[in-house]
């Protein structure tokens, strides 16, 4: 692309060359990300981005987690070291997740200390760079709906219209780089992968990786008692929830690194579970 190549052109070609299915449009990433990284002379460049990014959305889960308690704090700054090891890694840069996960993190940052139309346009600029933000975006519309809070609704309204449009003719220009006889995959999105499969999720993260396997099913247990914790901020519990429970049905087994788009929400969920799991704990030996 940075060669004066189209995008849907070059993608064309790379999904061939890789033997990637091509018979799917969710197979071919929408172009506003390729769009945005062939704009540095090198990839470099655009990775130091990434990590910037990363780390500017694993400080405002720190920052959560410092309004809320030590315990949380703590395990939240642990987990951040993690997602900014995974984000640096030299891959990442090319996987719309990544982006898209880390600018979950700050809509979410900025939704808890009341920034709604700051947080609603790092969610939509999420979307437009990973249709796997849809169900984040239905999650704040919604809560945007419930709250009464109307000129949020009417942004995410007009991001809904926008979305759709920018996704027809997307879809269009797929259609046309498409050719009779293209490979489908051979199982289908929707896997009923269950427990294992939300495990290796959330293991997708620069220190469980490493570490023993019973860290992961820890870190998932905090997760899960964030979700249920009321003290966990409303969009961070709410996306927490609602990914995990699509990661027991929907996801093959190679898209286990989708835990990179989780993470950066499941940070704070973490956190505020361990400090619930605290409370919990020192009101039952009283």
């Not at 996801?251 to 579970?273: D, S």
Request: charged fraction near 10%; hydrophobic fraction near 55%.
């Amino acid at each position: 692309m940075r060669q004066g190549t189209g995008y849907y052109p070059a993608m064309n070609e790379m999904l061939r060359r890789m033997g990637y299915p091509t018979a799917s449009v969710f197979n071919w990433r929408t172009p506003a990300l390729y769009q945005f990284l062939a704009m540095f002379p090198t990839w470099q460049q655009a990775r130091l981005v990434l990590i910037l990014l990363a780390i500017a959305a694993c400080a405002g889960a720190i920052l959560v987690g410092a309004a809320s308690s030590v315990p949380a704090l703590v395990v939240i700054a642990l987990n951040a070291l993690g997602v900014v090891l995974i984000m640096s890694a030299p891959g990442e840069v090319g996987m719309a997740e990544s982006w898209a996960g880390c600018l979950i993190g700050l809509s979410i940052c900025a939704y808890r200390f009341e920034r709604h139309i700051a947080g609603a346009v790092v969610g939509a600029i999420a979307l437009f760079v990973r249709e796997l933000a849809v169900p984040f975006v239905a999650i704040c519309a919604l809560v945007a709906l419930r709250r009464r809070r109307w000129i949020e609704v009417a942004v995410w309204t007009g991001v809904a219209v926008g979305y759709v449009v920018y996704y027809w003719v997307h879809w269009g220009h797929v259609a046309a780089q498409q050719m009779p006889g293209d490979v489908r995959h051979a199982r289908s999105w929707i896997a009923w992968g269950g427990l294992g499969f939300l495990l290796a999720v959330v293991n997708w993260q620069g220190i469980l990786m490493l570490a023993p396997w019973f860290l992961t099913v820890v870190s998932l247990m905090l997760i899960a008692t964030g979700i249920l914790s009321s003290e966990t901020p409303e969009h961070a519990r709410l996306t927490a929830a609602v990914y995990s429970a699509l990661f027991l049905m929907v996801g093959q087994t190679f898209n286990e690194y989708w835990g990179v788009l989780l993470w950066p929400t499941w940070l704070v969920a973490g956190g505020i579970g361990a400090q619930t799991l605290i409370w919990d704990v020192r009101t039952a030996v009283r």
